[in-house]
C-alpha cells in the first residue's frame, strides 16, 4: 500500500474569512486560480489542488495508493484572534472532506493551535467528522513546539491516537531571504529542525507519552545532517542547551520525518539516523517544489534493501495512521 504522507489542498473558493487582506481565491479558468494574500499574489495553482479526479489520476500515473491530504499551511490563521482561527479550521476543515471523499484520500485537519482547548475541540470535532489526523504548523509566533500550549495540545492527541504532521511556516523575511526562494530553500528546513529541537531540548518528549505519532516534513530539515553538533553542545554545554533529561540522540524512535529531501545521499543519511522505521513516503504534491514522479527517490535508491524500501513506501505510514 504505497502512501504518501505529504501532500496539500486548497479548496475552489471558500466564504470571506472576515478580515482585511485575509487568504482569498481568485478563479482564473476551471483549472487555474491564485491565492491571495494581503490583496497580493501569494502562489498559482491548478486543480490538482481541489479536483478529486484529477489528483487520483496523478496518483494512478505514480503508482500511489493513498494520500494524505493537508491543509496548505497559509490558512491556519495562527495570527489572528482565536475565535477567528476556530472559525477558518471549521471552513476548510469541513471543504476537505468533500475533496476527500473515497478511502484513498486521507484527510488531516487543522486547528487554531494559539489556544489549545479550542485546538483540541477542532480536533475531536474533525475526528468524528472523518479527518484522520493533523497538520500543525511548527511554531505560534514566537512560540516553539514546546510551548505548555501546544504541549497540552500533543498530549491531547497522543491520548486520541491521533497522528501529527508538523509543517514549517512563517518563515523570517528580509532582503537576504526574499531572492531565490531562500525562505523556502533555507528557511522552511531550518524552521523544522528548529522545531525538533524545541521537542527533544524543550523536555516535551520527556513529558508526552510515547504513544504520540508525530512527522516532521522535508526531511527533517538539517537535524540529521547536525546530530552530532546537538549532541555535542548537550554534553559540553549543559547550563545552556536544553532542558531533555538525555542527549538528543536518545529521542531517536520518538518522530519520524517524510522523504522530501531529492537526493539519494541526503535519503541515506535520514535513513541512517532517523531509522528506516521512521521515514515516510512524502512527496509536496501538488506544488512545483514537490517530488515528481512521487517515490522515484526511494524507489531508485540502490542501498535501500527490499524490506526496508517497503517500509518507506508504505509500511511506516500504516504504523504512522494507525
Known amino acids: 500500500m504505497i502512501t504518501d504522507i505529504h501532500t496539500h489542498y486548497v479548496p475552489r473558493g471558500w466564504p470571506e474569512l472576515g478580515w482585511p487582506g485575509a487568504p482569498r481565491l481568485r478563479i482564473e479558468s476551471e483549472r487555474e486560480a491564485t491565492i491571495l494574500v494581503n490583496d497580493r499574489n501569494f502562489r498559482k495553482i491548478q ?13 494512478d500515473r505514480d503508482g500511489v495508493d493513498r494520500q494524505v491530504v493537508s491543509p496548505t499551511p497559509v490558512f491556519f490563521a495562527y ?8 472559525r477558518v479550521a471549521k471552513i476548510f476543515n469541513d471543504l476537505a472532506l468533500e475533496i476527500c ?4 484520500l486521507i484527510p488531516f485537519c487543522q ?9 483540541c475541540a477542532e480536533l475531536d470535532r474533525s475526528i468524528a467528522a472523518g479527518h484522520r489526523g493533523v497538520e500543525i504548523g511548527n511554531h505560534v509566533g514566537d512560540r516553539d513546539l514546546d510551548d505548555a500550549g501546544i504541549v497540552q495540545f500533543l498530549q491531547h492527541c497522543a491520548e486520541r491516537g491521533v497522528p501529527v504532521f508538523v509543517h514549517p511556516w512563517d518563515m523570517p523575511g528580509g532582503p537576504r531571504v526574499e531572492r531565490w526562494m531562500a525562505q523556502w530553500l533555507v528557511g ?7 522545531s525538533i529541537l524545541a521537542l527533544i531540548l524543550g523536555g516535551v518528549f520527556d513529558r508526552v507519552p510515547e504513544t504520540l505519532r508525530i512527522c ?10 547536525w546530530l552530532g553538533r546537538f549532541e555535542n553542545a548537550w554534553h559540553r554545554r549543559d547550563d545552556l542547551v536544553g532542558v531533555s533529561e538525555r542527549p538528543p540522540s536518545a529521542y531517536l524512535g520518538r518522530f519520524a520525518v517524510d522523504t522530501v529531501v531529492f537526493d539519494e545521499r541526503a535519503l ?8 528506516e522505521d521512521h521515514v515516510m513516503l512524502g512527496s509536496d504534491y501538488p506544488y512545483p517544489l514537490g517530488e515528481s514522479p512521487v517515490g522515484a527517490l526511494v524507489r531508485k535508491a540502490g542501498f535501500l534493501s ?6 518507506l513506501l508504505g509500511g511506516n505510514a500504516g504504523a504512522f495512521l494507525g
Open 188 to 194: 522552511m528546513p531550518a524552521e523544522t529542525h528548529l
Open 101 to 104: 471523499d473515497g478511502d484513498r
Open 79 to 86: 495570527d489572528r484572534p482565536a475565535a477567528e482561527a476556530v
Open 306 to 311: 527490499d524490506e526496508a524500501r517497503a517500509k
Open 111 to 119: 486547528v487554531p493551535l494559539q489556544d489549545p482547548d479550542l485546538a
Open 216 to 225: 516532521f516534513a522535508h526531511g527533517g530539515g538539517s537535524f540529521a545532517f
Open 268 to 275: 541515506r543519511l535520514l535513513v541512517d539516523t532517523i531509522g
Open 47 to 59: 486543480d490538482d489542488c481541489w479536483n478529486a479526479d484529477v489528483r487520483l489520476a496523478a496518483m
